[in-house]
């Protein structure tokens, strides 16, 4: 393995496309799989007998273990392994409950070549992938909760606003504050919650349950 490329695993249990997925991600330079799973259990055993690659490509539905558990065991035993969510579908649930299990980021099958390298590649560099997808329409509200005890009414209000599309000078119109302002509840929360990014907060108040989803 080429010590400038990403290595990278495939876990679906549909082969076709978990075989056209690696002839793809192979064209790129940038890339290189180190191994194929149909399950969370053959992924377990590849982790053994394998390079451990940085980022996973995890599908969702898979027989035996699915996605959901293979997550999990992932941040349990390989905490260092960054998984990307795939899925057919645009499902709240799915996203949510992926996240929460500790994927650090979600695309969908259908997304081209190109963006899926992108992905990756955002993984790498910032630990996390939330796209518009994920952040301007699935979390809809969130509300205060007892895993933020630190956290004052003014910055949770201003976290619910960062789980959506609009821009941080709208936020402050929205709060009817300054720009200035929101830019204070930025970087308390930054440095509250030790995170250096606005995806990084969306992850917080996906993983924490700050948030409630609505039709």
Not at 53 to 77: F, H, Q, R
Not at 114 to 133: H, Q, S, T
Not at 139 to 168: G, M, Q, W
Request: some cysteine; aromatic content about 8%.
């Amino acid at each position: 393995m080429k010590p400038d490329r990403i290595p990278i695993a495939i876990v679906d249990d549909h082969t076709l496309f978990r075989e056209g997925v690696s002839g793809l991600m192979s064209e790129f330079e940038e890339l290189e799989v180190v191994f194929k799973a149909e399950n969370g259990r053959q992924m377990q055993q590849a982790l053994l007998k394998q390079a451990l690659p940085k980022v996973i490509l995890m599908d969702i539905n898979m027989p035996v273990m699915d996605g959901y558990a293979s997550t999990c065991w992932l941040k349990a035993n390989y905490p260092k392994i960054h998984v990307l969510a795939l899925s057919m579908f645009e499902d709240d649930e799915a996203v949510i409950k992926m996240i929460r299990s500790g994927a650090c980021g979600y695309i969908l099958k259908e997304s081209k070549p190109r963006d899926l390298l992108e992905a990756i590649k955002i993984i790498m560099l910032k630990g996390v992938y939330i796209n518009e997808m994920v952040s301007g329409k699935l979390i809809r509200s969130v509300a205060a909760h007892e895993t933020a005890p630190n956290l004052s009414s003014k910055e949770l209000d201003f976290l619910k606003h960062c789980c959506s599309e609009l821009t941080y000078k709208e936020i402050a119109d929205l709060m009817f504050v300054s720009p200035r302002t929101v830019d204070n509840y930025r970087e308390s929360l930054f440095q509250k919650l030790n995170i250096k990014s606005r995806t990084g907060l969306v992850l917080y108040a996906i993983r924490n349950n700050l948030f409630q989803v609505t039709a």
